[in-house]
C-alpha cells in the first residue's frame, strides 16, 4: 500500500488532496529525474529499460535513489502554492497526494512544511487514477477535495467535494466538460506557447548564422545559385542550432532553476514540456538534414557552373558543430578554459560551413580574425557571468568549473584576444595584393575599420568590467543602440570601400 507521512482521521473540513506533477509544480518530477540521470550519471540510461520492466512505481523507486532532485529549486505554481498557505494557515488538513515516488513527495513536503501527509508511490502499487482514489477513500471516506491537472485526476475529481484544478491539460478540461464538473478554483499560471517557444529556440541567436554569408560576401560574387544555397545553410544551422539550444536546457535544468535569470527558461520554469522539447529536437534535426541534402542540388539546378564539386560537405560540417555542440552540453562546457575555445570554434565552424554550402574557399585572413575576435567573445561571456556572479555573492560558477578568483585572468585572455584580432585586420589591409585590389576600389578606406573595431571591443569590454553586460555577447550586439550604430558604420565602410 502506498506509505503516509502521518496517519489521520475524518476530519470535519474535507481533507485537501494536491497532486504534485503539473499541478503544485509545473514540471513533471519523472521526467526531470531521467534528464538528471542523463547529465550526472548517463552510463545508469544503460538500467532503464531494466527498471521499466518491473513496473512504474519500482522504475521511479529506482530514479528516486539514483538522482537528488532539489525541492527548493522545482518550479511551483505560485497562485496554487499561496493558496495552500492560506488553507495550511486556517489549520485545514494538506495532504500530498502524487504518482511520484514517496522519496520525492516527501522531499517536497518537508521544503514546503504545509502538508498533514504524504501519500505516494511506493516502489509497488503506482498512485495514480482508480489506484489513488481507493487509497484516498481508504483514509477519508468521501470527505476529501482534490486539485488535478491531467486526465487520470478525472476520477478523483468526480468523486471529491471540491474538484479544483491547476494549469488542467486540454484533455482534463474537455473530460470536466463531458462529465458536467465545474472546479470550484482553477490556479492558472501559464505564459503565451508562442513566446516560450519562440524563447526555447532562441531565435536571436540565430544572428549568429549571418556567419554563414561571410565567404560568398567577402568574395563579392553573388550568383543565385550559391545566394539560396547560402539561404539554406542558414536555416539549415538554424534548425540545428535551436535542437542542440533545448538539448542543453533539458541537460542544465538543475542549474538553471538554481540561476537568477535562467531560471525563467521555458523548459527550467515548467512553462513548457520537457516531451514536447524533446519531440520538437527530432522534428528540428530531420528538417535541418533535409535542408542540407537539398542544398547541392538547389545550387546545381539554379547555377549549373557553379555546381558544389563536394555536394556533402556542408552536411558533413552540420554533423560535426550537432556532435561538438553536444559534447560541449554534456561534458566540454565544464572544462575550465576548454569550454571558451570550443565555443568560440562553433562561430568560426558557422564560416566554414558558409564555405562548404558555396564552394568558396575561407581565406587565412578571414580564419585568423574569427579565431581571436570569436575567442574574445568566449571570454567575455564567461566574465560577465562570474562578474555577476560576485555581484550576487557567490564564490563557484555552478557547472562551469571557475572561481571568482579568476575574473582577472579571464579578464587578460579575453581584452588580448580581441585586440589580436584587430591586429590581425590591419596587417591584412596592409597586405592586399593585386588581386585582392580588384575587390577594392578604395582599399585605404577599410583602415576606417580598425578605430571602429577597437572602440567597439573595448567598450564590450570596459561594460562587462561594470557588471552592466549581459551574460550573452550576442544579445548584447543585437540590442545595444551603439553596438548596431557601429554594426551600420562598418558596413558602410567596406561598401565605400568597392
Known amino acids: 500500500m502506498p506509505a503516509t507521512a502521518t496517519e489521520s482521521g475524518i476530519s470535519a473540513l474535507p481533507a485537501l488532496c494536491v497532486d504534485l506533477d503539473g499541478t503544485l509544480v509545473k514540471s513533471d518530477t519523472l521526467v526531470d529525474s531521467v534528464l538528471s540521470l542523463a547529465r550526472h550519471h548517463p552510463t545508469e540510461l544503460l538500467k532503464v529499460p531494466g527498471w521499466l520492466l518491473e513496473g512504474k512505481a519500482a522504475f521511479k523507486r529506482h530514479l528516486a535513489g539514483a538522482v537528488s532532485l532539489d525541492a527548493a529549486h522545482l518550479p511551483y505554481n505560485r497562485e496554487l502554492l499561496q493558496f495552500l498557505e492560506q488553507e495550511h494557515s486556517t489549520g485545514r488538513p494538506l495532504y500530498l497526494a502524487t504518482a511520484a515516488d514517496l522519496g520525492i513527495a516527501r522531499r517536497v513536503a518537508e521544503h514546503l512544511g504545509i502538508f498533514s501527509g504524504v501519500l505516494a508511490s511506493d516502489g509497488v502499487v503506482n498512485l495514480s487514477g482508480h489506484n489513488k482514489l481507493a487509497v ?60 516560450a517557444w519562440l524563447k526555447a529556440i532562441r531565435i536571436h541567436q540565430w544572428a549568429k548564422n549571418v556567419l554563414i554569408f561571410l565567404p560568398l560576401l567577402l568574395a563579392h560574387a553573388l550568383p543565385l545559385g550559391l545566394v539560396t544555397g547560402t539561404i539554406l545553410a542558414f536555416f539549415s544551422f538554424g534548425l540545428c542550432a535551436s535542437a542542440t539550444y533545448i538539448v542543453n536546457d533539458l541537460l542544465d535544468l538543475d542549474a538553471d532553476r538554481q540561476h537568477p535569470r535562467k531560471r525563467r527558461r521555458p523548459f527550467a520554469s515548467g512553462d513548457l514540456s520537457a516531451v514536447t522539447g524533446l519531440g520538437v529536437i527530432l522534428l528540428f534535426l530531420v528538417l ?180 552592466e553586460l549581459d551574460e550573452d555577447p550576442v544579445v548584447y550586439a543585437i540590442t545595444d543602440r551603439r553596438s548596431l550604430l557601429l554594426g551600420l558604420l562598418v558596413i558602410a565602410v567596406v561598401l565605400s570601400a568597392l
Not at 326 to 354: F, M
Not at 392 to 416: C, M, P, T, W
Request: hydrophobic share 50%; aromatic share 10%; glycine share 6%.
Open 136 to 195: 484516498f477513500r481508504e483514509h477519508f471516506g468521501d470527505n476529501f477535495s482534490y486539485i488535478g491537472n491531467a486526465t487520470p485526476d478525472l476520477p478523483l475529481l468526480e468523486a471529491c467535494r471540491e474538484p479544483m484544478v491547476a494549469n488542467p491539460t486540454a484533455g482534463l478540461r474537455s473530460g470536466l466538460r463531458r462529465a458536467r464538473i465545474t472546479p470550484v478554483r482553477s490556479f492558472t499560471e501559464r505564459v503565451s506557447p508562442i513566446k
Open 288 to 467: 535541418s538534414i533535409t535542408l542540407a541534402v537539398l542544398l547541392p542540388a538547389v545550387v546545381a539546378r539554379l547555377s549549373p557552373d557553379r555546381a558544389l564539386v563536394r555536394p556533402y560537405h556542408f552536411l558533413a560540417w552540420l554533423g560535426i558543430y550537432a556532435v561538438t555542440t553536444l559534447a560541449y552540453s554534456l561534458r566540454l562546457k565544464r572544462a575550465v578554459l576548454v569550454d571558451v575555445i570550443v565555443l568560440s570554434g562553433l562561430y568560426t565552424i558557422r564560416i566554414i560551413a558558409g564555405s562548404a554550402a558555396t564552394g568558396v574557399p575561407v581565406s587565412t585572413w578571414l580564419a585568423s580574425f574569427s579565431i581571436f575576435f570569436f575567442l574574445s567573445l568566449a571570454f567575455v561571456k564567461r566574465f560577465a557571468e562570474l562578474e555577476n556572479l560576485r555581484e550576487r555573492g557567490g564564490s563557484i560558477a555552478k557547472g562551469r568549473g571557475y572561481h571568482i578568483s579568476d575574473v582577472e585572468q579571464l579578464r587578460s585572455f579575453g581584452s588580448a584576444s580581441g585586440y589580436a584580432s584587430v591586429v590581425v585586420l590591419t596587417l591584412y589591409i596592409s597586405n592586399l595584393n593585386a588581386d585582392a585590389a580588384q575587390l577594392y576600389n578604395h582599399i585605404n578606406r577599410l583602415w576606417l575599420l580598425v578605430p571602429v573595431m577597437l572602440l567597439w571591443l573595448s567598450r564590450l569590454w570596459l561594460q562587462a568590467s561594470r557588471g
